[in-house]
């Protein structure tokens, strides 16, 4: 079977939806008499793990989190990334009781934390904050969808390519290029099931073709020409 080919829109769409942070929600709460509180966390600190009973909905204010899950037979894979505009523990809004994933500071982070006590309330209320979590489920299942459907169809560096372009929040017109804070390359792989070296071979196709570069940070900078991967 051919893998199935990326339609740009479903591309744009997954990617606008990554490139909307609402920078007013601690406003918003605020303005919706929503009590919260203020959550910090250092780098590789664990924010909560997979199996942890849901106690708090969580709005990053800052910095970036790494979600992994481990399987019964202890392969560990890292699902997503969020960052600020994403919301954490977002199971709770359905009724999730235990979080099915471990939740990882990248960064620094700064966290709104709104207890579940609160939830209900919340989307009863229908105020502006109920209608920001709303449209932000409606944009992770298109996204979601997406995820799906590379990673049960396409190739690693097809892959590969789009997390490239998700992490570094290229819009649907786009910036020239955008930045992936550094990210080793054996997290990506986790990212896109494969090994390491598989990661090693794209990259280096991706340098050589200019799609990406890398700073003398080691960030990646992610060229809008690697969507050609897809064409």
């Known amino acids: 079977m051919k893998p199935v080919p990326v339609k740009s829109e479903t591309l744009?769409?997954?990617?606008?939806?990554?490139?909307?942070?609402?920078?007013?929600?601690?406003?918003?709460?605020?303005?919706?008499?929503?009590?919260?509180?203020?959550?910090?966390?250092?780098?590789?600190?664990?924010?909560?793990?997979?199996?942890?009973?849901?106690k708090n909905l969580f709005y990053v204010q800052k910095g970036n989190i790494r979600l992994s899950a481990i399987s019964g037979s202890g392969k560990r894979i890292i699902v997503s990334?969020?960052?600020?505009?994403?919301?954490?523990?977002?199971?709770?809004?359905?009724?999730?009781?235990?979080?099915?994933?471990?939740?990882?500071?990248?960064?620094?982070?700064t966290l709104l934390k709104i207890d579940t006590a609160k939830i209900s309330r919340i989307l009863r209320e229908g105020n502006v904050v109920s209608r920001i979590l709303v449209d932000y489920l409606v944009k992770s299942i298109v996204t979601l969808r997406g995820d799906i459907i590379h990673i049960f169809f396409n190739t690693g560096e097809k892959r590969l390519a789009r997390i490239l372009l998700l992490l570094a929040q290229l819009g649907v017109e786009g910036v020239p290029k955008g930045t992936v804070p550094r990210t080793s390359q054996e997290t990506?792989?986790?990212?896109?099931?494969?090994?390491?070296?598989?990661?090693?071979?794209?990259m280096i196709r991706f340098r050589k073709l200019d799609?990406?570069?890398y700073d003398n940070k080691g960030n990646i900078k992610v060229n809008e020409k690697l969507k050609n991967v897809f064409l």
């Open 12 to 54: 744009r769409t997954a990617l606008k939806g990554r490139q909307e942070p609402n920078l007013d929600f601690r406003t918003n709460l605020k303005s919706a008499q929503i009590p919260y509180e203020i959550a910090l966390f250092k780098k590789g600190e664990t924010i909560f793990s997979q199996g942890d009973i849901c």
């Open 81 to 109: 990334t969020l960052k600020l505009g994403d919301f954490l523990g977002i199971g709770i809004l359905g009724g999730q009781p235990t979080h099915m994933m471990t939740a990882t500071a990248g960064s620094p982070v």
């Open 188 to 202: 990506l792989a986790e990212m896109i099931g494969v090994t390491r070296n598989r990661v090693n071979h794209f």
């Open 211 to 213: 799609f990406i570069e």
